[in-house]
């Protein structure tokens, strides 16, 4: 539930709370930021089988993307979502090392 409430409520109450700014702008795009863990081929070919929360809501929120995108075409507003790579989160203070596990075992999926 938490993933779900930061990766598509989240998204959808922050467009809610900005587009009248970005209706105003000059530069009419709203980026989010995805995973590859929402690509459904990539999980598929990789046997990707851990952070089953994350992936779904990163599809989720996807979709959240697709339908805004749709909404606002016709006003001239771009939504995308973008996918940086990989990143190292572990490394971040009040992260639990065991986090390392999960990047050794996701890095042998590839």
Request: proline fraction near 3%; charge should be neutral; glycine fraction near 10%.
């Amino acid at each position: 539930m938490d993933s779900f409430q930061v990766n598509v409520i989240g998204l959808i109450h922050t467009i809610n709370a900005f587009i009248g700014a970005v209706r105003r702008g000059t530069v009419k795009k709203v980026v989010a930021i995805s995973s590859g863990m929402a690509d459904t081929d990539f999980v598929k070919e990789t046997g990707m089988d851990i952070a089953g929360s994350y992936a779904i809501t990163k599809a989720g929120m996807n979709m959240v993307v697709a339908k805004y995108n749709t909404m606002y075409r016709q006003e001239g507003i771009l939504f995308m979502a973008i996918c940086p790579g990989s990143v190292d989160t572990a490394s971040q203070p009040g992260q639990n090392p065991g986090e390392f596990l999960w990047i050794f075992a996701t890095l042998n999926k590839f």
